[in-house]
């Protein structure tokens, strides 16, 4: 069964572009969740969406967004890059709402320039 | 709201050395906690897990103990080896609305020497 798949690997944008980030569940996995990761900060809560609805969202500001389609893929979307977005993205993905095992993937490294 | 706190890093120990991470939590209710572990260059994967009270998790050698008067899951393994060096990050899952999220530690890095 393949894992979590996170695309691009790494990613560098300069100050006030936009990225997109995407995230494939494993198959059969409903739930997908956004972590943002620095070393300053540890883990920190971005969204979850289960069946294509947000259903929490952490502390960031708006240029923070993301979706998720009929088939659980899920993409994320900065705009207008800030220095500080710099950071590991992570996606995590797991059976259901409220499920408690999350499967992450690798991760997305931004570098904002 | 919920948090979690657990002890700075980066902890360095020489390998078949005695480990302990502490983690504490603060939490509404009865959360379920958990211990997850990031290998260089990969993402977090589940460690073990604890559901309720004086539950004990455990995996790979690790182990960790759910204790509510204390507030505390502290990871424990008896003797370390050079593959264990990774970050190591304790969690919890609140269960008071169905929505809740899993919130994480901001992780301890783990160094073994040989």
């Known amino acids: 069964k393949a894992g979590v798949t996170q695309t691009p690997r790494y990613l560098i944008k300069t100050r006030g572009q936009q990225v997109t980030l995407s995230c494939s569940p494993i198959?059969?996995?409903?739930?997908v969740s956004w972590y943002q990761q620095t070393p300053g900060q540890g883990l920190q809560f971005l969204f979850e969406?289960?069946?294509?609805?947000?259903?929490n969202k952490g502390n960031f500001p708006g240029r923070f967004s993301g979706r998720q389609f009929s088939n659980s893929r899920s993409e994320m979307n900065v705009s207008t890059l800030e220095l500080g977005d710099s950071a590991l993205y992570l996606c995590a993905s797991s059976v259901g709402l409220r499920n408690e095992k999350l499967f992450f993937g690798s991760g997305t490294q931004l570098s904002v320039l | 709201g919920d948090s979690v706190t657990q002890m700075e890093g980066p902890v360095t120990l020489s390998e078949e050395a005695f480990l302990t991470i502490n983690c504490t939590y603060t939490a509404t209710g009865y959360p379920s906690l958990f211990w997850y572990v990031q290998y260089p260059g990969e993402g977090l994967q589940l460690l073990l897990k604890a559901t309720k009270a004086d539950d004990k998790g455990s995996n790979k050698g690790f182990e960790a103990t759910y204790r509510k008067e204390t507030t505390s899951f502290h990871l424990e393994k008896g003797s370390v080896q050079v593959s264990d060096s990774a970050v190591y990050f304790c969690?919890?899952?609140?269960?008071?609305?169905?929505?809740?999220?899993?919130?994480f530690g901001k992780g301890t890095r783990l160094h073994i020497l040989p």
């Open positions: 969690a919890l899952s609140g269960r008071m609305n169905r929505d809740d999220k899993i919130i």
């Open positions: 969406y289960f069946s294509e609805t947000q259903r």
């Open positions: 198959s059969g996995h409903r739930s």
